[in-house]
């Protein structure tokens, strides 16, 4: 009888470990992640989802393990300079350029790129379009969180490293960022997200990466 194979994970973190200034922060960590899928990583401050998702991003590197993508470990040359053009980061540094208008914050990632024409549809999705010839400095927090997403929209990459995506956004933002994680999923991209915030994300699988530092039991656990 003919068995067919199962097909790799896009994405594969084979027993990953991650150091950073001589501190273990991620210990052996596995997970597998096909096209459309979803992996949220949760767990208290201090936990590591930033560095893992770092990892990913190949701001760092692991310490022991490895991360494959396609079956290549993305640190090798040749594959990481592929792997990147994979990805769209998205942090807490908003990379916003105040004096450009809001429009010109999100063409100048796509030109960078060397795409163009999918700014403006990406802002209006993203409830920006009345905004899009003011500067950027006009923008509210959860307005810059927005431009940062339309920015995400706009480069259409197929990996996706979110961290905490929904801080300063209101309901209706939390719901847009919800609508475009879906909709790039039907499409077969992947979306990593760390956050600490509620999300809806279908079949997600969820990672809760355990506290580095237990805090001491305080007065208000001892009545507990
Ligand atoms: N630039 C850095 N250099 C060295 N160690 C760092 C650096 N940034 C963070 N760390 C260490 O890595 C650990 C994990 O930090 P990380 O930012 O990944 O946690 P996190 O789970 O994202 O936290 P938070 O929920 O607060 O955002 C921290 O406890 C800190 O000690």
Redesign the pocket.
């Known amino acids: 009888m003919f068995i067919r194979k199962p097909p790799l994970p896009r994405m594969l973190l084979n027993n990953v470990s991650c150091m950073?200034?001589a501190?273990l922060?991620l210990r052996n960590i596995n997970a597998s992640v096909h096209d459309g899928g979803a992996l949220v990583?949760t767990?208290?401050?201090?936990?590591?989802?930033?560095?893992?998702l770092?990892m990913l991003a190949c701001f760092s590197r692991p310490s022991a393990g490895e991360i494959l993508w396609n079956g290549h470990d993305i640190t090798k040359s040749g594959v990481f300079e592929q792997y990147k053009l994979q990805l769209n980061w998205l942090s807490l540094k908003d990379a916003v350029k105040e004096k450009f208008t809001v429009l010109d914050n999100v063409q100048w990632f796509e030109v960078l790129e060397g795409k163009s024409g999918k700014s403006k549809a990406a802002l209006e999705l993203m409830g920006l379009g009345r905004l899009i010839n003011e500067k950027a400095r006009m923008l509210s927090m959860g307005q810059r969180k927005r431009l940062q997403l339309a920015r995400v929209v706009a480069l259409d990459r197929p990996i996706w490293l979110l961290?905490?995506p929904s801080v300063a956004l209101d309901t209706e933002g939390v719901k847009l960022l919800e609508h475009i994680i879906a909709e790039h999923r039907k499409k077969g991209g992947i979306v990593f997200v760390?956050t600490?915030l509620p999300i809806q994300i279908d079949d997600a699988m969820i990672l809760r990466?355990p506290e580095?530092?237990p805090r001491r039991k305080t007065m208000v656990d001892l009545l507990d």
């Open positions: 950073r200034n501190q922060i990583l767990g208290a401050n201090g936990a590591g989802k930033s560095t893992f770092r961290d905490e760390a600490h990466l580095r530092f």
